[in-house]
């Protein structure tokens, strides 16, 4: 279990910007939850070490911490990186419960399922992540259509008053958008499955020109 004072140290120096925190969770768990201004880093056997080096080497090569939920994960973690050359500054292994008990802010995205999205979908604001062509498989009605590239461009323009559902294919584009926007104050959801649950449930669409 995480000390407390380990935790409150880890966020002042995040908050404050001194350090980097990459978070070694698996992606599905960091859009879930994770600490304001982490990094999601997930880890993997495979080419984890040089891709998160070159990754620190173009932020400039700040000082970093790791933080994981599984010490094993975060240990091989370390190692990757100590072989690329990159030493972090300290590392935590923690769960997002712990440091919620501990009174540390956290960035949350719940799921939206389809099926309530179209019975309240007056109180959001629904917005399409996926590309152009793929809007040719319908779009549903009313919503913003947002390339997941663009997204950052198009936030001053959004309405910070209001709700938003972010949809894409299958739910795994939209748990980033969404977990980006909620990292800049946004009120998101997620919708679980994407467009593949909603076309499913038989819920209507606009048909939009084909690019």
């Not at 400039?60 to 094993?72: C, E, K, T, Y």
């Not at 923690?94 to 949350?108: K, N, Y």
């Not at 799921?111 to 062509?133: I, N």
Request: aromatic share 8%.
């Amino acid at each position: 279990m995480a000390e407390p004072s380990s935790m409150r140290g880890l966020w002042e120096d995040v908050k404050t910007g001194r350090v980097e925190l990459l978070d070694l969770r698996p992606p599905r768990a960091f859009h879930h939850d994770h600490v304001p201004g982490s990094v999601s880093a997930p880890y993997r056997l495979q080419g984890f070490g040089p891709s998160v080096a070159a990754f620190l080497s173009d932020r400039g090569g700040p000082p970093f911490a790791l933080v994981s939920d599984n010490q094993i994960v975060l240990d091989a973690g370390r190692e990757a990186l100590h072989d690329s050359g990159f030493i972090p500054e300290a590392v935590l292994v923690m769960r997002m419960t712990e440091w919620a008990e501990a009174g540390l802010p956290s960035v949350r995205v719940p799921d939206l399922s389809v099926d309530h999205l179209f019975t309240e979908r007056d109180q959001y604001v629904v917005m399409d992540v996926r590309e152009p062509y793929e809007w040719r498989s319908g779009v549903i009605p009313g919503a913003l259509t947002l390339p997941m590239g663009t997204v950052p461009d198009e936030t001053r323009k959004l309405d910070r008053a209001r709700r938003y559902a972010i949809v894409c294919a299958h739910g795994n584009r939209s748990q980033s958008v969404a977990s980006f926007l909620a990292d800049q104050g946004f009120d998101v959801m997620n919708v679980a499955g994407g467009m593949m649950a909603w076309l499913q449930a038989g819920y209507p669409v606009r048909e939009t020109a084909s690019p």
